[in-house]
T-cell receptor, first 111, second 116 residues
Framework: QKEVEQNSGPLSVPEGAIASLNCTYS??????FFWYRQYSGKSPELIMS????GDKEDGRFTAQLNKASQYVSLLIRDSQPSDSATYLC???????????FGKGTKLTVNP | GAVVSQHPSWVICKSGTSVKIECRSL??????MFWYRQFPKQSLMLMAT?????????EQGVEKDKFLINHASLTLSTLTVTSAHPEDSSFYIC????????????FGPGTRLTVT
C-alpha cells in the first residue's frame, strides 16, 4: 500500500512564529510533491510544488524535499491567523497521473 | 491563471433522482480531470480519473454505473450521480491538470450535494 503520512495535529503556533508541517511517503518512485491548503468547508488550494531535492521558497512558504529520507516538509514563516487551515501533502507516484494525499495536518495560528 | 469552476456550488435533490455536476477549466486545456468526494472531517477520496475522449477510470469500490463521468472536451468534465440516495450526500470536488503544464492539479470550488 503506497501511503502518504502526516501528523493529524492539531498544530498550534502563535502569530508570527514558524509553523513546520511534515510528510513522509512510502513509494521511492515518487516524482512530484505538492502542498495544498484547505480551509474548512472549502476545496484544496495549491500553495507549493517541489520536484527536486532541497528547498523551494515562495514568499512566506518554504518547501523542503529529501528523497533519500522520503520526506517533504512545509515551513510557514511569520504565521498569520489567516494561515489557520488543514494542510494536505500530496505525492505523484511514477507512472501514474493520480495524486496520493495524506490525511492532512490541521494548523491553528493563535493571535 | 489555472482556474477551475464547478456548477452548481450546492444542490439539494430528492432520493431517486439524478444530479449532474459540471467541472470546467477556464483558462487552460485539461486532458485529464479528477473527481473526488469528501465527507465531513474526512480526507479527500479519489473517485475517478477522467480523460478527454475516453472512458473514465474508476477507483476500487466506486460504482461506475452510479457515478457517470463524461469528458467530452478539453475544458469540460461532468459527473452525474444517478438514483441518488441520502448516503451520497457529500462534498464533490473536481480537479484538472493543465495539458501544457506539470503535474499540478488545480481544484474547483466543490459542489455540496444533499439528498433528502
Amino acid at each position: 500500500q503506497k501511503e502518504v503520512e502526516q501528523n493529524s495535529g492539531p498544530l498550534s503556533v502563535p502569530e508570527g512564529a514558524i509553523a513546520s508541517l511534515n510528510c513522509t511517503y512510502s513509494d521511492r518512485g515518487s516524482q512530484s510533491f505538492f502542498w495544498y491548503r484547505q480551509y474548512s468547508g472549502k476545496s484544496p488550494e495549491l500553495i507549493m510544488s517541489i520536484y527536486s531535492n532541497g528547498d523551494k521558497e515562495d514568499g512566506r512558504f518554504t518547501a523542503q524535499l529529501n528523497k533519500a529520507s522520503q520526506y517533504v516538509s512545509l515551513l510557514i514563516r511569520d504565521s498569520q491567523p489567516s494561515d489557520s487551515a488543514t494542510y494536505l501533502c500530496a505525492v505523484k507516484q511514477g507512472g501514474s497521473e493520480k495524486l496520493v494525499f495524506g490525511k492532512g495536518t490541521k494548523l491553528t495560528v493563535n493571535p | 491563471g489555472a482556474v477551475v469552476s464547478q456548477h452548481p456550488s450546492w444542490v439539494i435533490c430528492k432520493s431517486g433522482t439524478s444530479v449532474k455536476i459540471e467541472c470546467r477549466s477556464l483558462d487552460f486545456q485539461a486532458t485529464t480531470m479528477f473527481w473526488y468526494r469528501q465527507f465531513p472531517k474526512q480526507s479527500l477520496m479519489l473517485m475517478a480519473t477522467s480523460n478527454e475522449g475516453s472512458k473514465a477510470t474508476y477507483e476500487q469500490g466506486v460504482e461506475k454505473d452510479k457515478f457517470l463521468i463524461n469528458h467530452a472536451s478539453l475544458t469540460l468534465s461532468t459527473l452525474t450521480v444517478t438514483s441518488a440516495h441520502p448516503e451520497d450526500s457529500s462534498f464533490y470536488i473536481c480537479s484538472a491538470r493543465d495539458s501544457q503544464g506539470g503535474s499540478e492539479q488545480y481544484f474547483g470550488p466543490g459542489t455540496r450535494l444533499t439528498v433528502t
